[in-house]
Every structure is written in C-alpha cells, then in structure tokens.
Antibody, heavy 118, light 109 residues
C-alpha cells in the first residue's frame, strides 16, 4: 500500500526557515518523481515544487523560486522541502504527492500545516 | 506565468449530468498540457480522479470522465451522487511549470 506521511510543519516567525519531510512507503521510491503542493487556509491548491526520481532535476514556480529547495534521499525514501525567508503568505497546508513531470500524480499525503506569524 | 480558469461554482441535481471546464490564458488546452482533475472534500487531502486528459485510476468512479471540449479540458459527471459534492481542481503542465485552476465548488442539490 502506497503511503506518504508529511512532517515538520509548525509555527514559524516571518523570515525564518523550516524543513518539511515526506516519508514514502509501499513503492520503489527512486522510480518516481515527487511533488509538493500547498493550500492556504480557505484557498485553492498551488503547485510548489517537483523533483525527478534521481533528484537531478527540480522545478519551482516564481512564487517560491530562490527561497524553497526540494531534495530527496532515495536511501531513506524521503523527500524534503527546505523553506527559507518565510512570509505570511506561505502559511498553508503542505501536501506531498507521488508523481510529477512525465509521471501522473496519483497518491497524496495528509498534509502538514505551516503557519508563518509573529 | 499562465493562468488556469475554472467555473467558481456549479450545481447539479442528484442523478443529473454536469460538465466542469478548465481553460488556459495561453490559448487552447491540448493533450500536451496533460490535464489532471482532482477532487477535494472539506478537511481531506485531494484525490486524483483523471490524468492525461481522460485516463482514470482504479478508484475513479465510472460516472466521471475527462475530455477536451471547445479548447478546454473538461470533467463530466454523469449521474451525480450526493457524495460527489466537493471542490474540483484541474492542473495543467507548461514546459517546466504546473498551474492549478482556482477550483469549482460543485453542489449536488
């Protein structure tokens, strides 16, 4: 059974940093790209980042480029999202999902809440 | 960055048929945008219903179907059930970026 479990969310002050993790199980992790998607309270979904199965290719929208970094450890079946220079508008539930460019996004985690506030 | 548009809200009667659409600010939506459709109910994570325009997963109810219609991606629900009341999002791919639509709140009433 495919499972994705996010962790690392919490309350952080503006300008701070946070690293999210997504632990995967039930499939050959290194064979799949992975995606982070976020959802601000009461708002829609926003694509945050993709990473290829090898980790060699990463993609971001302009809203997070230069502040967020996606990475993965295929030996630990885990994908990460390092978030720096956090802003109030980064407050959201962050979901990881299996799939990305070239591979359909199918399974989703339950999300982890990040709140950026002083 | 491209903008993806969806109807903010739609209503369908139980047993009825409704079509949700997904447009692109850059022009016609094609299969090259690899359209996805997701369903999200309050307090839950999204669930993927359709990928690559019209392909379904084993968990996708048969009453949902995807297509291209009039330059847009479309999600058709035939025989709506009360449990289909939810927010529906489309996702389009553009080279090295992916953009979600704003979502359609579907009411079954």
């Amino acid at each position: 059974e495919v499972q994705l479990v996010e962790s690392g969310g919490g309350l952080i002050q503006p300008g701070g940093s946070l690293r999210l993790s997504c632990a995967a199980s039930g499939f050959t992790f290194s064979s799949f790209p992975m995606t982070w998607v976020r959802q601000a309270p009461g708002k829609g979904l926003e694509w945050v980042s993709d990473i290829s199965g090898s980790g060699g290719n990463t993609y971001y929208p302009d809203s997070v480029k230069g502040r967020f970094t996606i990475s993965r450890d295929n030996s630990k079946d885990t994908v990460f999202l390092q978030m720096n220079i956090l802003r109030a508008e980064d407050t959201a539930v962050y979901y990881c999902a299996r799939g990305g460019f070239g591979v359909p996004t199918d399974y989703w985690g339950q999300g982890t809440l990040v709140t950026v506030s002083s | 960055q491209a903008a993806v548009t969806q109807e903010p809200s739609l209503t369908v009667s139980p047993g009825g048929t409704v079509t949700l659409t997904c447009g692109s600010s850059t022009g016609a939506v094609t299969s090259g945008h690899y359209p996805f459709w997701f369903q999200q109910k309050p307090g839950q994570a999204p669930r993927t219903l359709i990928y690559d325009t019209s392909n379904k997963y084993f968990w996708t109810p048969a009453r949902f179907s995807g297509s291209l219609l009039g330059g847009k991606a479309a999600l058709t629900l035939s025989g709506a059930q009360p449990e289909d009341e939810a927010e529906y999002y489309c996702l389009l791919s553009y080279n090295v970026a992916r953009v979600f639509g704003g979502g359609t709140k579907l009411t079954v009433l």
